[in-house]
């Protein structure tokens, strides 16, 4: 099970920390993804880490959010730093054991998701 955590309001530029936990899968095994989703939009990915630790990122987030993985804690994040309006969706963390990590159909496991407001 994955379970998400660390969503809430906050205001433009302000920072937020998102914690993904593992329980019952050794994270450092899969490769981990943040995807968020905004009311009548699609599930889009925000960022994503390799087993190996090679990270990818929309273009969207690129200079403001960085992902990394704490495999001692079992453990993925998402710094989301300067955030925007823009930024407010759900967000979730999903594991794949492999396959594009752009696409929703690679991921094996989701969480619930966090919800994430960002007020102008």
């Known amino acids: 099970q994955l379970q998400a955590c660390g969503g809430g309001l906050v205001q433009t530029g302000d920072s937020l920390r998102l914690s993904c936990a593992a329980s019952?899968?050794?994270?450092?095994?899969?490769?981990m993804g943040w995807y968020r989703q905004a009311p009548g939009k699609q599930r889009e990915l925000v960022a994503a880490?390799?087993?190996?630790?090679?990270?990818v990122y929309a273009d969207s987030v690129k200079g403001r959010f960085i992902c990394s993985r704490d495999n001692a804690k079992n453990t993925v994040y998402l710094q989301m730093n300067s955030l925007k309006p823009e930024d407010t969706a759900v967000y979730y963390c999903?594991?794949?054991?492999?396959?594009?990590?752009?696409?929703?159909?690679?991921?094996?496991?989701w969480g619930q998701g966090t919800q994430v407001t960002v007020s102008s």
């Open positions: 999903a594991a794949s054991m492999g396959g594009s990590l752009y696409a929703t159909t690679s991921y094996d496991y």
């Open positions: 019952g899968r050794t994270v450092s095994r899969y490769s």
């Open positions: 880490i390799t087993s190996g630790g090679t990270t």
